[in-house]
């Protein structure tokens, strides 16, 4: 039973990782990961959105019509994205300046689609929660990895603080989000064959 809840979390980082893999979630990954703060807060944000939708989709799966499944899916999801949305804005004005408009995205984001349907309403409140944490962590490393290179090779700085005396501003424009992301599609596969 370790294993399998271990499997469940672990699945999404490395073996499975939502856009690696499954290229689940791009628009954000390219569209916000021009900086490390903003990747990473773009990646917790929708990190708590999946583990929220997640838990509610699991504890209410025998409630929900399978007629409307998908329509009460998009309603729960919604009303986690809202909040969020409201939080950030009342709380971290710049930040939510800096999501712009992928912040409402997140309602469409493959990734919590995915995984609503496909794994949390056929499998427990455990399960799901651990399968919505293994995704969204490995979702949030992605971006904050891709936003972190992005910043420093393009900006010359990280978090702020100047580490580069020259940079390469292709990297911070949309081509460059897509040379970055196949570096790290290079990457991934090389360790998905080691481990």
Do not use: W
Not at 48 to 56: R, T
Not at 61 to 78: D, G, V
């Amino acid at each position: 039973m370790k294993d399998k809840n271990l499997s469940c979390l672990t699945k999404g980082i490395i073996r499975e990782n939502p856009v690696l893999t499954m290229l689940l979630g791009l628009c954000p990954v390219l569209g916000v990961s021009t900086t490390a703060a903003g990747s990473l807060s773009m990646g917790l944000t929708t990190l708590l959105v999946l583990v929220c939708s997640a838990a509610s989709v699991s504890f209410l799966k025998n409630i929900i019509p399978p007629r409307f499944r998908l329509l009460c899916f998009l309603i729960i999801i919604s009303a986690f994205v809202s909040t969020a949305d409201i939080l950030i804005s009342a709380y971290l004005p710049r930040l939510h300046k800096t999501l712009g408009i992928y912040l409402p995205l997140i309602v469409v984001n493959g990734i919590i689609l995915n995984r609503t349907e496909l794994f949390a309403s056929q499998n427990n409140l455990k399960s799901a929660i651990l399968d919505a944490l293994g995704m969204g962590t490995g979702f949030t490393l992605i971006i904050t990895v891709l936003g972190i290179f992005r910043e420093i090779v393009g900006a010359g700085t990280l978090l702020g603080f100047r580490l580069l005396p020259d940079s390469a501003l292709i990297l911070l424009l949309p081509p460059g989000a897509f040379f970055a992301l196949a570096c790290l599609f290079i990457v991934f596969n090389r360790l998905r064959k080691v481990c």
